[in-house]
């Protein structure tokens, strides 16, 4: 079974710049999480989508972040413009379900603003 | 308060030794208690899964969750340098919109 992709693995821009990151979850899982990870903490919910319908999007800074999840598979999520404290890693997730709680995670986008 | 407490390290210990990980939380409403292990580098894994309180054990590893006093452990016996990771805590309510919410992680280093 093929994991969760995500790219690119690295970006590095300015602040006040825009960024935007891929993921293709696992095939057939109905669910997909974007996390932001700032460095020392523990991941934090960005957006949950059950299909292409978001399910949970409470701590999306939605002044500037921005995702969609076309067709039910792939998703996006958008940055614009970019701050200092955006400097993360995100992290794609998928499950089969909304109650199943075994997560893939991707292995991330290491987001540096300067 | 933050709803999920993490010890916070980073922890050493020698190869072979019983290593003990824990969290606390303040939500009752948690039913679902998760350890995920985090890799330098990639995408954190899932490592234990245990619904409601109890024990679970998986090879070296025991998950201990105690609802009444909002405790959940993590015990590694003989670890091994491949342990060598971030171990991170996760919580879920019931219900259809639930999410997971992380602990900050602890780093743990097992010296061969």
Known sequence: EAGVAQSPRYKIIEKRQSVAFW????????????????????????????????????????????AERLKGVDSTLKIQPAKLEDSAVYLCASSQGVLNYGYTFGSGTRLTVV | QKEVEQDPGPLSVPEGAIVSL???????????????????????ELLMYTYSSGNKEDGRFTAQVDKSSKYISLFIRDS??????????????????????????????VRP
């Open chain 2, 22 to 44: 824990n969290c606390t939380y303040s939500n009752s409403a948690f039913q679902y208690f998760m350890w995920y292990r985090q890799y330098s580098r990639k995408g954190p």
């Open chain 1, 23 to 66: 993921c293709n979850p696992i095939s057939g899982h109905a669910t997909l999480y974007w996390y932001q990870q700032i460095l020392g903490q523990g991941p934090k919910l960005l957006i949950q989508f059950q299909n292409n319908g978001v399910v949970d999007d409470s701590q999306l800074p939605k002044d500037r972040f921005s």
């Open chain 2, 80 to 109: 091994q340098p491949s342990d060598s990771a971030t171990y991170l805590c996760a919580m879920a309510e019931a219900g259809a919109n639930s999410k997971l919410t992380f602990g900050k992680g602890i780093t743990l280093s």
